[in-house]
Each structure stands twice: as structure tokens, then as C-alpha cells.
């Protein structure tokens, strides 16, 4: 339904700082409960962070007190602040859309909609 496009990605040094963004062509995504998910090499897709309709955030717990997820005040993007990264957070960064009727965000992507292409994230020295 919905066309995701994440950006943001890199390679960024351990200790290091990235902030992802993502967007929806031709639309906001103020109707949108998002999430960031993540997939490392041999390894399953791992949900990170949530924010709901109405602006309740979710994290697991590998990246609380790391990670921040927000929505901008327009509404257009939600962006995930990613600091104090280690090589354990090294993975292609997904963001997908639930279908407007949820309100509320999980962790879980199966019943996430719409997914972006990815944004890989390299942390290495």
C-alpha cells in the first residue's frame, strides 16, 4: 500500500552515532503505526523499535537507552537515533507500516503491511 524509503545507513566506527530516516512516497505517515526492524547474516529479522498512531514508543531491549525513535512535527518521517553502537548492531535496517486501522505498534513484523527496501548499517573499526 504504502512505498517505504529508509536512508540514513553507513559505516560508522564502535561508540558511534547513525540516525535512519524514513519516508512515504506521496504520503505522510501520520496514519501509521511504524516500526524499525533490523536482519543480520544468518540470522532472523529482529524488531528494534516502535512508535503507535498515537505516539507510544516501544524498544527491545538490546537497544533501550541506545536508540531513540520519533516522528518529525509534519508528520512525514520517523527517524531512529542510533547511539553508543556496537558491531552486534551491525544489520540491513528495515522500517514498515501496519495497515491504518492498528493504532498501536509491535515488535513483532508479521503484521506489518508495507516494508522499505532496506539501509545497511556497518559498525566496525
Known amino acids: 500500500q504504502l512505498q517505504l524509503v529508509e536512508s540514513g545507513g553507513g559505516l560508522v566506527q564502535p561508540g558511534g552515532s547513525l540516525r535512519l530516516s524514513c519516508v512515504a512516497s506521496?504520503?505522510?505517515?501520520?496514519?501509521?503505526?511504524i516500526g524499525w526492524f533490523r536482519q543480520a547474516p544468518g540470522k532472523e529479522r529482529e524488531g528494534v523499535s516502535c512508535?503507535?498512531?498515537?505516539?507510544?514508543?516501544a524498544y527491545h531491549d538490546s537497544v533501550k537507552g541506545r536508540f531513540a525513535i520519533s516522528r518529525d512535527d509534519a508528520k512525514v518521517a520517523v527517524s531512529l537515533q542510533m547511539n553508543s553502537l556496537t558491531p552486534e548492531d551491525t544489520a540491513v535496517y528495515f522500517c514498515?507500516?501496519?495497515?491504518?486501522?492498528?493504532?498501536?505498534?509491535?515488535?513483532?513484523?508479521?503484521?506489518?503491511?508495507?516494508w522499505g527496501q532496506g539501509t545497511q548499517v556497518t559498525v566496525s573499526s
Open positions: 514498515a507500516a501496519r495497515l491504518p486501522t492498528y493504532s498501536s505498534c509491535t515488535l513483532s513484523g508479521a503484521t506489518y503491511a508495507s
Open positions: 512508535v503507535s498512531k498515537n505516539g507510544v514508543v
Open positions: 506521496g504520503s505522510t505517515l501520520r496514519n501509521y503505526a
